[in-house]
């Protein structure tokens, strides 16, 4: 079970617009910033979003990260078959002196 | 280019110990804090340790606490994670990343492309 809860799945077809859960608490979502990060088949893992809202040099601006309280999303509009990877959001937590935590991922599948 | 390439992954025996290194490139290394994350097969991101740009502040996650070490030397553009008494929900890709701020801020900007190890008799 991991610190950060996110849907296991979720879904769209092309173009579409989708959204991304990511619930954490005080200690963690609720007072440092959110990252997101997009993992495809066989890759590494690629920052798509830092400090909650900001996009990477190269990141296309369909993706977006807002936060509000101990919550955060990622949407994701005009969806590309090419957006079908798993998606991750991570913070900082200040529990137990100290930590970093991920949420479990969601896969998106493009219909 | 940015680059982290991992080495130092393989099979080992439950209770056995491995060295992970990280080798830096296309960037000033000393500036920047550095982490380890692994990934079990078909499972998720797990963030393991962090280490400051100077080496001087380190946090684990408690699953690693006390058999893991981290450690970097700026020299050698290097970072390393010592792996002791491994067990076999240890078996993961490890990866290194750069932390372009520290406490994840700015995120994790630049990762290698992992390292697997597999724990098992």
């Known amino acids: 079970q991991s610190v950060l809860t996110q849907p296991p799945s979720a879904s769209g077809t092309p173009g579409q617009r989708v959204t991304i859960s990511c619930s954490g608490s005080t200690s963690n979502i609720g007072s440092n910033a959110v990252n997101w990060y997009q993992q495809l088949p066989g890759a590494a893992p690629k920052l798509l979003i830092y400090?909650?809202?900001q996009r990477p040099s190269g990141v296309p601006d369909r993706f977006s990260g807002s936060k509000s309280g101990t919550s955060a999303s990622l949407a994701i509009s005009g969806l590309q078959s090419e957006d079908e990877a798993d998606y991750y959001c991570a913070a900082w937590d200040d529990s137990l002196n100290g930590r970093g935590v991920f949420g479990g991922g969601t896969k998106l599948t493009v219909l | 280019q940015l680059q982290l390439v991992e080495s130092g992954g393989g099979l080992v025996k439950p209770g056995g110990s491995l060295r992970l290194s990280c080798a830096a490139s296309?960037?000033?290394?000393?500036?920047?804090?550095m982490t380890w994350i692994r990934q079990a097969p078909g499972k998720g991101l797990e963030w393991i340790s962090y280490?400051?740009?100077?080496?001087?502040?380190?946090y684990y996650a408690d699953s690693v606490e006390g058999r893991f070490t981290i450690s970097r030397d700026n020299t050698e553009n290097s970072l390393y994670l010592q792996l002791n008494s491994l067990r076999a929900e240890d078996t993961a890709v490890f990866y290194c990343a750069r932390d372009r701020s520290g406490y994840f801020y700015y995120g994790l900007d630049v990762w290698g492309q992992g390292t697997t190890v597999t724990v098992s008799s």
């Open positions: 296309g960037f000033t290394f000393s500036d920047y804090d």
């Open positions: 280490i400051s740009s100077r080496g001087d502040v380190i």
């Open positions: 400090s909650n809202n």
